[in-house]
């Protein structure tokens, strides 16, 4: 059975910094390109950014690229997103993907919440 478990999610200030975690189970995250999305209040959802499961090659929105890392501990079957210089605009709920294409996955995890407010 595929789960996707995000953590880390929270309250910063601007310029502040987060790590979301997303524990994979089910499956190995290795063998597939996995991405996180997020949808901001009010708004639809953004592909943020992704990794190929064969390259390694990484794709980031132009609104977080430079502040943003997507990574992944094969040992730890966990995919993470490092978010440095955090701006109010970057509010929102975060998803963990197991992807399937450029903006398409099949299992979602239950999402976390990102707050930047002063």
């Known amino acids: 059975q595929v789960q996707l478990v995000e953590s880390g999610g929270g309250l910063v200030q601007p310029g502040e910094s987060l790590r979301l975690s997303c524990a994979a189970s089910g499956f190995t995250v290795s063998s597939y390109s996995m991405a996180w999305v997020r949808q901001a209040p009010g708004k639809g959802l953004e592909w943020v950014s992704d990794i190929n499961s064969v390259t390694g090659r990484t794709y980031y929105a132009d609104s977080v690229k430079g502040r943003f890392t997507i990574s992944r501990d094969n040992a730890k079957n966990t995919l993470y997103l490092e978010m440095n210089s955090l701006k109010p605009d970057d509010t929102a709920v975060y998803y963990c993907?197991?992807?399937?294409?450029w903006g398409t996955g099949d299992y979602w995890g239950q999402g976390t919440q990102v707050t930047v407010s002063s």
């Open positions: 993907v197991k992807a399937i294409g």
